[in-house]
């Protein structure tokens, strides 16, 4: 039904992980979860950081707290988004572009020792 190349569908996946990234976890998204949830971060006995997830409210906004605070899920809705923009919005795929390189970006980083 769909015809995709490798390299565009290599472009989905990294666009798809930057995104879902940058809603959960960066601080420059933050505002978009304030509302829903607070992160607090504690000190263990190890001496290391545990984060601390609090949700607000009750019913929906709960429910938008918690679909945030999970990289699983809000993976999907991602995927979902910009697949969407690839097939049916081709305007935005320099922006896809954009988050692929950025995702691939973050990934290498992530697996860099220092």
């Not at 769909?2 to 998204?29: H, M």
């Amino acid at each position: 039904m769909f015809g995709i190349d490798w390299i565009d569908l290599v472009i989905l996946i990294l666009a798809s992980y930057r995104l879902t990234r940058l809603i959960v976890f960066d601080e420059i998204t933050s505002f978009i979860r304030r509302p829903f949830l607070s992160v607090s971060y504690q000190e263990n006995e190890a001496g290391q950081l545990v984060e601390s997830i609090e949700f607000k409210g009750k019913g929906l906004r709960y429910w938008f707290g918690v679909l945030l605070s999970c990289h699983w899920c809000v993976g999907i809705w991602s995927s979902l988004g910009v697949v969407l923009l690839y097939f049916y919005f081709p305007l935005f795929n320099l922006l896809l572009i954009i988050l692929a390189v950025a995702g691939a970006a973050a990934f290498i980083q992530s697996k860099a020792e220092y």
